[in-house]
T-cell receptor, first 113, second 114 residues
Framework: AQSVTQPDIHITVSEGASLELRCNYS??????LFWYVQSPGQGLQLLLK??????LVQGIKGFEAEFKRSQSSFNLRKPSVHWSDAAEYFC???????????FGAGTTVTVRA | DAGITQSPRHKVTETGTPVTLRCHQT?????MYWYRQDPGHGLRLIHY???????DKGEVSDGYSVSRSKTEDFLLTLESATSSQTSVYFC?????????????FGPGTRLTVT
């Protein structure tokens, strides 16, 4: 069975500081991995995705994520956080031809001035 | 924007009443999904569809049914709403083509069961 764990429920970070959100997955084959962001009252927007190849992937809004197969992790990073990055972030896992995703419980990011 | 709309966007209903939520897409995607979002649980799949009249259960399907009689519409029905079904419901489609291979989400429906 596939699953995703996001160990941090809530993270508070100062504006301009770096941010790292953790994601650990369980999947029986080669995983497809995704990070989505949800601003308050909005739907989910894709930040980035990993299918194969370079394990460091770049996304929108200055985010990047690194796939580490040995650690079953896909952590999301941003070097310098802006107040507009305050949101909830979801990691998800699926697979080729699977057409279903399993989502983590989410990490809420608060940005303080 | 994958052309997904949900209706209604907000609904308050009483326990025991039937409720139907509608998801409409404009781009002829094969796969459609219904999720519910609750604090501490992320998104949980209720049902999904892989074609007209082809549907399957997700992890939290009890108390819900779905129908898809046209490619563009995917309906979620709560036969007899309960307070535990108070949630935010998201519809999604699977987008393919070009560099796209991901789920796109609608704006959500906030349902309150009193």
């Amino acid at each position: 069975a596939q699953s995703v764990t996001q160990p941090d429920i809530h993270i508070t970070v100062s504006e301009g500081a770096s941010l790292e959100l953790r994601c650990n997955y369980s999947y029986g084959a080669t995983p497809y991995l995704f990070w989505y962001v949800q601003s308050p009252g909005q739907g989910l927007q894709l930040l980035l995705k990993y299918f194969s190849g370079d394990t460091l992937v770049q996304g929108i809004k200055g985010f990047e994520a690194e796939f580490k197969r040995s650690q079953s992790s896909f952590n999301l990073r941003k070097p310098s956080v802006h107040w507009s990055d305050a949101a909830e972030y979801f990691c998800a896992v699926g697979g080729p031809g699977d057409y279903k995703l399993s989502f983590g419980a989410g990490t809420t990011v608060t940005v303080r001035a | 924007d994958a052309g997904i709309t949900q209706s209604p966007r907000h609904k308050v209903t009483e326990t025991g009443t039937p409720v139907t939520l509608r998801c409409h897409q404009t781009e002829n995607h094969r796969y459609m999904y219904w999720y519910r979002q609750d604090p501490g649980h992320g998104l949980r799949l209720i049902h999904y569809s892989y074609g007209v009249k082809d549907t399957d259960k997700g992890e939290v399907s009890d108390g819900y049914s779905v129908s898809r009689s046209k490619t563009e519409d995917f309906l979620l029905t709560l036969e007899s709403a309960t307070s535990s079904q108070t949630s935010v419901y998201f519809c999604a489609i699977w987008g393919e083509g070009g560099s796209s291979y991901e789920q796109y989400f609608g704006p959500g429906t906030r349902l309150t069961v009193t």
